[in-house]
């Protein structure tokens, strides 16, 4: 994730409140590890959030992206630690491609303050589903009580929010409380757009930050597992389960 905005003080003065974050050059940290990244505007491309997709092979996605009827934004630049292009889908919705040498991106998952995932908005599930199959291999799958994502093989990779009439990929950062951190957000600058609202996988809020660059909260909730063990006479005893692990 990389946000680029106009006025990057006043960012890190309303992420590092919300989340913890301190910035370092062109990353924000948290604990001193890489959470996302940092960027003044620059005139080949929207301010707000940018998702990386990671193409260890840029030149290759490249091509697969303009065969599959996307767009090519900026040329391949170099950077520390990777080299990366700006891109969109075939409807538009812009994206990044990070071939990392020696930094992966972020450094830190699976607690509050870090990266959880992005969703595509987008009004085409079909076209993206082809764009996405053809560019990454992934396919659209339908996951109980969370809605659709596009997976490569069964793995979730990023969700999809359709209905919109926005075409754009949109982060979610994980914390440990969405209503407390929503209430947090208008104090800062910001402001809450839809939610909270209970998901399969916890609850999640869209918000704005002062400088309108969107993005979402989520935080898990746990849900109880009932297990239960029954003798069958074909296969003997069998294990099943109701309900869903906490995230």
Known sequence: MEL???????????????????VDGDHFLLDG??????????????????TYLAAPDLDGTMDRVRSAEGRLRTRPEERPGARS???????????????????????VRGEPGTMAWSDLLTDNVAGATAFYGSVFGWTLTHEFGSGE???????????????RHDRRWQPSFQVADCPEL????GRLG????????????????EIVD???APFAITAPL????????????????ELTYGGSAAF
Request: proline share 6%; net charge negative.
């Open 190 to 205: 910001g402001r809450v757009t839809a939610g909270p609202t209970e998901m399969g996988l916890g609850r999640y809020v």
């Open 33 to 50: 590890r890489a959470v996302a990244g940092l960027s003044g505007s620059r005139s080949d491309r929207p301010d707000g959030w940018l």
């Open 85 to 107: 292009a700006i891109v969109a889908d075939a409807d538009g919705a812009m994206f990044g491609l990070w071939q990392p040498n020696g930094f992966a991106g972020t450094q």
């Open 182 to 185: 929503a209430d947090h957000v």
């Open 149 to 163: 994502w596009l997976s490569e093989a069964h793995d979730s990779v990023a969700g999809v929010i359709s209905g």
């Open 4 to 22: 680029t905005t106009a006025e990057p003080a006043r960012a890190a003065r309303f992420y590092g409140e919300l989340f913890g974050w301190e």
């Open 210 to 212: 002062p400088a309108g």
């Open 222 to 237: 746990p849900r109880p597992v009932e297990l239960s063990v029954a003798y069958n006479d074909i296969i003997g005893l």
